[in-house]
């Protein structure tokens, strides 16, 4: 098994550090050769305007979406999550929209957005919450299962095989949830 990490700018090497904890196979998508076989796709944190512009630029765009609605298991955290989001309420660009979420962008403010709390994420009890400049969730589709939320904001929900974080599981130490993503690139 093989999970590609998109590694164009952000948070993705802390997601590396976690597959290599748990033993499992990896390659940084940078450009589009390297976008094949992959069980699994992870999108990490940074700056969504800039990650977006990139896989466009790079024509990743097209690819990474229909491989997500063709259902390649997809683990998003904060930027990654505005990626995947059908809707952002406060911004008018919009960027894969595999997901079908409305999410506020910076939604705890820009320079005081960051935080640490604790929660359950669906089966998973009890696991940390880092926020760093997070978006949440504002509206969800039919079909689309809540895992988690903070101060009745929702900040975590799975929809088929995409699972959309506000928060950064990677700098937690806790792998709890990236296994719980692998196991969905299994079956
Ligand atoms: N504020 C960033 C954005 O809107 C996301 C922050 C993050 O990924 N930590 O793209």
Do not use: W
Not at 126 to 141: E, Q, S, W
């Amino acid at each position: 098994m093989r999970i590609g990490i998109l590694a164009v700018q952000g948070a993705f090497i802390e997601h590396e550090k976690i597959l290599e904890k748990l033993g499992v196979d990896y390659v940084e998508i940078r450009q589009k050769k390297d976008f094949t076989g992959i069980d699994g796709l992870i999108l990490p944190g940074g700056e969504s305007t800039v990650q977006g512009k990139l896989i466009k630029k790079l024509g990743l765009h097209e690819e990474i979406k229909s491989s997500i609605e063709n259902g390649l298991p997809v683990l998003a955290t904060c930027a990654g999550l505005i990626l995947l989001a059908q809707n952002i309420e406060n911004d008018s660009t919009v960027h894969l929209r595999t997901l079908p979420v409305t999410v506020k962008r910076n939604a705890y403010g820009r320079q005081l957005g960051s935080f640490l709390t604790n929660s359950n994420v669906g089966e998973i009890a009890d696991f940390p919450l880092v926020f760093i400049r997070a978006p949440y969730i504002t509206k969800v589709g039919s079909k689309v299962r809540v895992l988690a939320s903070v101060d009745n904001n929702i900040v975590g929900v799975e929809y088929g095989k995409q699972i959309g974080l506000a928060f950064h599981p990677e700098m937690t130490g806790d792998n709890r949830i990236h296994e719980r993503f692998i196991h969905n690139c299994i079956s």
